[in-house]
Each structure stands twice: as structure tokens, then as C-alpha cells.
């Protein structure tokens, strides 16, 4: 192993890449701040339609890889893309190019960061002990659980979440899968929500997100995140001597 130290230059040009995510996630929220609203896709509903009856198959490419570009640049709007693709496309294939969309995006923010200085980051981190060397390892050890809980309750905001696997230097397979399941759940309700929104134009509504923290839907998502903490649990149960 080469353990000569890098050139200056090139460890320079190892921050490229995240420096890149950060502006472009800048840029993106002053550019975009305000575009992606309900009230915007109301607007042009019917050119959005019409377009899509036209050439379903490039309105379909198109959606998938404006919904990755909005998660690759932490442009604001998630959730109307979200609601823009039950619109457009159904339930399904609705939420299938949402998902895809937002795995695809989540995932080039993740390789961003980690051909960047997430390797070194995470070197550093296992290097110099201590509790955030013990918390990084505990995520690689469980890392299925715990990317899937982080997916499932949304408490670290999306774009932290994919930026914290590759400084924790957790695999690519694993991210993404946990990725797609994880945010699954929560996809298909908004992507529901938006296959009604047909509906909700014609009153001169705009949809109540409120029903993602009602009982009926928080409940089974905190479940499935109890469910997916059971193999951490049970890790740290068998170390303290609980089993065997």
C-alpha cells in the first residue's frame, strides 16, 4: 500500500466533487426555490398532459431524469415531483418512476461525496477512535437497519442522509437497496395522492398533505421501522450476553 503522502494538487482536486454537490445544491435552491409549487403544476397541468398522451415514452425517460436531477440538486420540490408522477402516470407506474427517479438521484449524490474526500473522511474517522469511530462502525455493521430506518423516519433530511452513508464508507449495493425500499412506503401515499389530483384541480383545491401524519399512516411507517431496528436490537442483546 502507498502510504506516500498525496500531492497538494491532488488532494485539492479530491474535494471537487462535493464542492460541486454544495454548489449546485445552492444553485439550485436559488434558482428553483420557488418553481416547484403546487400552484406551478396546476398551471401547466394541461400542457403536462397533453405532452404526456403525445410521446408517453419520452415523458416517461423525461420524468424519471428530472425527478433525479431535482434529488441530485437538492432543488426544492420533492415532494410536488413526487405528486407530479401520480398525476402523470397513476398509482403505477407512478410511483415506480419516482422511486427510480429518487434512488437514481440519491445514489450520484452518494458517489459524488464518496469518490470525493468520503474515503478519506471515513479513513480519518476508524483512524481516531472514539464515539464517532464506534457510531460509524456500528453503521457499517448494521447497516441494512440502519439506512432503512434513516429511509423509513425522515429525521436526518434527505440530502444529510446520502451524504452520511459515504462518509461512514458504507457499500453502494446496500445504499441504494435501502434506498428504494425505504422510501417506498411514503412514495406510494404522495404518489396516491397525486394520482387524484385530477379531482382536486377541477374543485380549485390543493391536497391535503396533512394526511402523512395522521394515525393511519405514521403508524405503519414507524412500524416498519421498528420491524427493520429488530436485527440491530437483537446484535446488541446477543453482546450483552442476552443469548448463548
Known sequence: MDTRPKPPSRRLLRHVPLAVILLAAVTGVLAFGDALTFETLSRHRAGLLAYRDAHLLLASIGFVAAYAAIVALSIPGAT??????????????????????????????????????????????????????????????????????????????????????????????????????????????????????GEVFARGETPDLGMVFTAPVLGPLLGLAALSALPMMLKVWQRKGGVG
Request: hydrophobic share 60%; proline share 5%.
Open 80 to 197: 410536488i415531483a413526487t405528486l407530479t408522477g401520480g398525476f402523470l402516470f397513476g398509482l403505477f407506474p407512478g410511483v415506480l418512476y419516482n422511486i427510480i427517479g429518487a434512488t437514481i438521484g440519491a445514489a450520484l449524490v452518494f458517489l459524488a461525496a464518496r469518490a470525493g474526500i468520503g474515503a478519506d473522511v471515513a479513513g480519518r474517522i476508524a483512524a481516531r477512535g472514539g464515539a464517532v469511530a464506534r457510531l460509524q462502525e456500528g453503521l457499517r455493521q448494521n447497516q441494512w437497519s440502519a439506512l432503512l430506518i434513516m429511509r423509513l423516519v425522515p429525521v436526518v433530511p434527505f440530502f444529510l442522509a446520502n451524504l452520511i452513508p459515504a462518509f461512514a464508507g458504507i457499500r453502494l449495493w446496500p445504499f441504494v437497496a435501502t434506498t428504494a425500499l425505504g422510501i417506498l412506503p411514503a412514495g406510494l401515499v404522495f404518489t396516491s395522492v397525486g394520482a387524484g389530483l
